[in-house]
């Protein structure tokens, strides 16, 4: 094969890569064509402190597409976006076309993120530190910093969620949620912020995001 298609062939891969899985910010669309009825949770009243609160009769489950959406728990937090990951392969992108690294408390602290040295990569949230050590008390970060997938309730919603930047501080409402698919494929969101590994992360229906 000649060295031009070859060169043509890389080109063309690394373009599909960067396309399909990036930290930009490219726009996004909701899969719910319409959307998809989200009522707001209870607000936090601290907003160092996400406040998650019981579903009760507030949103039930219901049909997207093949899958059955059921609301777990209502979730209401202001927080500083550490680091932001786009996504657009994967059956998780069907749903949760990004995924945001948020902190509360001591980890919304301006410049936090470099400080910790913050990346997402394949729906996981890394941090690290230098010879310094942490920043603030590792069970700190743990305990108030959280990778998010985000699921946009409707396209104003992913309009809005398309704009948030890393550093800003944004205040988030929605519902924490489990999807099962007919073919027996499922997500579910974790309930705890004091959880961490695989399953740690929350799997939120978001009916609204804002800067602050």
């Known amino acids: 094969m000649p060295r031009w298609l ?17 930290g930009g910010s490219a726009p996004i669309t909701s899969m719910a064509a319409g959307g998809v009825s989200c009522p707001m949770p209870p607000a936090f009243a601290d907003p160092a402190q996400p406040l998650q609160s019981e579903v009760g009769t507030a949103l039930t489950p219901f049909r997207l597409g093949s899958a059955r959406i059921s609301p777990l728990a209502g979730i209401s937090l202001q927080a500083r976006v550490l680091h932001r990951e786009d996504y657009s392969f994967g059956t ?67 309009r809005a969620l398309s704009a948030v930047r890393a550093g800003q501080q944004v205040r988030l409402d929605g519902w924490l949620v489990r999807i099962d698919q007919d073919d027996g494929w499922h997500w579910v969101s974790s309930l ?17 995001i804002r800067p602050l």
């Open 6 to 22: 070859w060169a043509l062939l890389f080109v063309l891969t690394a373009t599909l890569v960067l396309a399909g899985h990036h």
């Open 92 to 158: 998780e992108s069907r749903y949760s076309p990004t995924d945001l690294a948020l902190g509360w408390g001591p980890m919304a602290a301006p410049g936090m993120a470099d400080r910790l040295q913050v990346d997402q990569d394949n729906r996981w949230y890394h941090y690290r530190w230098g010879r310094e050590g942490p920043p603030i008390p590792a069970d700190a970060i743990l305990r108030d910093s959280s990778n998010m997938h985000m699921v946009p309730a409707d396209d104003s919603v992913a």
């Open 192 to 208: 705890s912020r004091e959880d961490s590994g695989s399953g740690a992360c929350e799997l939120v229906l978001v009916c609204a």
